[in-house]
């Protein structure tokens, strides 16, 4: 009798053992859909454009080589409004483009600084952009001007000036517009940012990570509603924000290095 209640029980442990598993993975699977349906809700037109040539990075990439990029700008690089520093999109970006491309050491520096202008992030170029040897360099900037009323005569200066000493050390150059949100769109002559950044990266030969267009996109886009891209101040990403950003961004690097 003893042996037959043993046995017993080892029988539905094992059913219930068996169960959980099944559980268990029928969870991860619903959680893997659900990611892949976010991650497809992210993808769209390209983000790169103007003059994408980038021939450190993706020799870099292409070779399975090192490759060394510094994220500077202010508080939506430093990654304010993510849960952990992991969720920063630079770190982020980093893990993206480790998935595609395994072989390479990448190396992703997170130079961001919350509430900064676009002088006070040229000054500090020196410290923390040249001083890491960069093969590309990832500059965000523009949203803190606007909202703070930065002339735009002198923020078109400052960036002209910022460009030519990037380009002058032959670093590749992504120039991150800022992203849509309520905060930005309020201050007065907003778009007159984004004209000036088009123009100037053009001038530039630089490639421009239109960020506005698509975080606009995402923004009005109700599946995420559950998981909105923007925190409730109206100005910062959510982690979601920040994974799509770095997640169509790592897209279109591996894109580019894919072609020959």
């Known amino acids: 009798m003893i042996q037959e209640i043993r046995r017993r029980l080892g029988l539905g442990g094992k059913i219930q053992l068996w169960s959980g598993c099944l559980l268990a993975a029928a969870i991860i699977m619903v959680s893997h ?8 809700r992210c993808r769209g037109d390209s983000i790169l454009v103007g003059h994408p040539a980038l021939p450190r990075t993706l020799t870099a990439l292409r070779r399975h080589g090192p490759l060394t990029v510094v994220a500077i700008g202010s508080s939506s690089t430093q990654g304010y409004g993510s849960t952990t520093p992991s969720q920063a999109y630079p770190a982020q970006l980093a893990a993206q483009l480790k998935l595609r491309f395994p072989q390479s050491a990448i190396h992703v520096h997170n130079k961001g600084v919350g509430g900064e202008n676009i002088g006070d992030m040229i000054n500090r ?6 001083a890491e040897k960069p093969d590309l360099v990832i500059w965000q900037t523009g949203t803190n001007d ?3 009323q930065v002339p735009i005569a002198q923020f078109r200066t400052l960036l002209i000036h910022g460009l030519r000493e990037l380009r002058s050390r032959r670093i590749d150059v992504i120039l991150m517009t800022p992203q849509y949100a309520p905060q930005f769109t309020e201050a007065v002559g907003y778009a007159d940012y984004l004209t000036v950044m088009a123009a100037s990266a053009a001038a530039a030969k630089v490639a421009v990570f239109d960020r506005f267009e698509p975080t606009k996109r995402w923004y009005g886009d109700q599946h995420f509603a559950e998981r909105p891209i923007l925190t409730k101040d109206g100005l910062h990403l959510s982690d979601m924000g920040y994974h799509c950003t770095a997640l169509v961004l790592a897209d279109r690097l591996a ?4 072609k020959r």
Not at 35 to 40: K, L, Q, V
Not at 255 to 258: D, V
């Open 125 to 130: 170029f020196s410290k923390d952009v040249f």
């Open 33 to 40: 859909h659900a990611a892949a349906i976010e991650d497809n």
């Open 146 to 148: 606007a909202i703070n």
């Open 255 to 258: 894109a580019l290095a894919a």
